[in-house]
T-cell receptor
Framework: NAGVTQTPKFQVLKTGQSMTLQCAQD?????MYWYRQDPGMGLRLIYY???????DKGEVPNGYNVSRLNKREFSLRLESAAPSQTSVYFC??????????????FGPGTRLTVL | SQKIEQNSEALNIQEGKTATLTCNYT??????LQWYRQDPGRGPVFLLL?????KEKRKERLKVTFDTTLKQSLFHITASQPADSATYLC????????????????FGKGTSLLVTP
């Protein structure tokens, strides 16, 4: 099992450009998540998908959109990148998110720089 | 406001000693608390989950305590090794979090541990 995979690993964008971060999991998990991690700020939830066909906003959704393409894949789109979106982005998945014993499996991250 | 606080200063200890990391929380009433490990350039990896009615939980050289009165969890690594050097994150769901109320696994900012030979 590959677990959670993310592409690309690194990306540099200019302000105003758009891009999509891809995430896939092969653990048959129902729930998937996108976080960003910034120095001194910890992990912050951007969007999540409780199950295929549903998505909801997290703590910091502004400037992002998501698509739960199928049970395996959950993508994050930046429509018009801004320097404030420079960060490390992590995708995660879990069996049935929201249950208090649910644990999350993380991907390796995408390091995004917006100039 | 809800807060999860972990020591922001790195913890440096000598190999073989016990490392103790602290997680304090305010305005939460969690039924469970989780600990994750994060290595540089990698995503967090789940280590342990402890329930509110479990005072202590062990896994190999790891031990976690959970004191709901003090609103604190302690994470211990005994006989520490250089390979234990990493950042350790605590995380919890607010009580009542479920698929209807929204997903809210909240993470602390983590404490960096450095074990020197």
């Amino acid at each position: 099992n590959a677990g959670v995979t993310q592409t690309p690993k690194f990306q540099v964008l200019k302000t105003g450009q758009s891009m999509t971060l891809q995430c896939a999991q092969d653990m048959n998990h129902n729930s998937m998540y996108w976080y960003r991690q910034d120095p001194g700020m910890g992990l912050r939830l951007i969007y999540y998908s409780a199950s295929e066909g549903t998505t909801d906003k997290g703590e910091v959704p502004n400037g992002y959109n998501v698509s739960r393409l199928n049970k395996r894949e959950f993508s994050l789109r930046l429509e018009s990148a801004a320097p404030s979106q420079t960060s490390v982005y992590f995708c995660a998945s879990s069996t049935s998110g929201g249950h208090s014993t649910d644990t999350q499996y993380f991907g390796p991250g995408t390091r995004l720089t917006v100039l | 406001s809800q807060k999860i606080e972990q020591n922001s200063e790195a913890l440096n200890i000598q190999e073989g000693k016990t490392a103790t990391l602290t997680c304090n929380y305010t305005n939460y009433s969690p039924a469970y608390l989780q600990w994750y490990r994060q290595d540089p350039g990698r995503g967090p990896v789940f280590l342990l989950l402890i329930r509110e009615n479990e005072k202590e939980k062990r896994k190999e050289r790891l031990k976690v305590t959970f004191d709901t009165t003090l609103k604190q969890s302690l994470f211990h690594i005994t006989a520490s090794q250089p390979a234990d050097s990493a950042t350790y994150l605590c995380a919890l769901y607010p009580r009542g979090a479920n698929s209807n109320s929204g997903y809210a696994l909240n993470f602390g900012k983590g404490t960096s541990l450095l074990v020197t030979p």
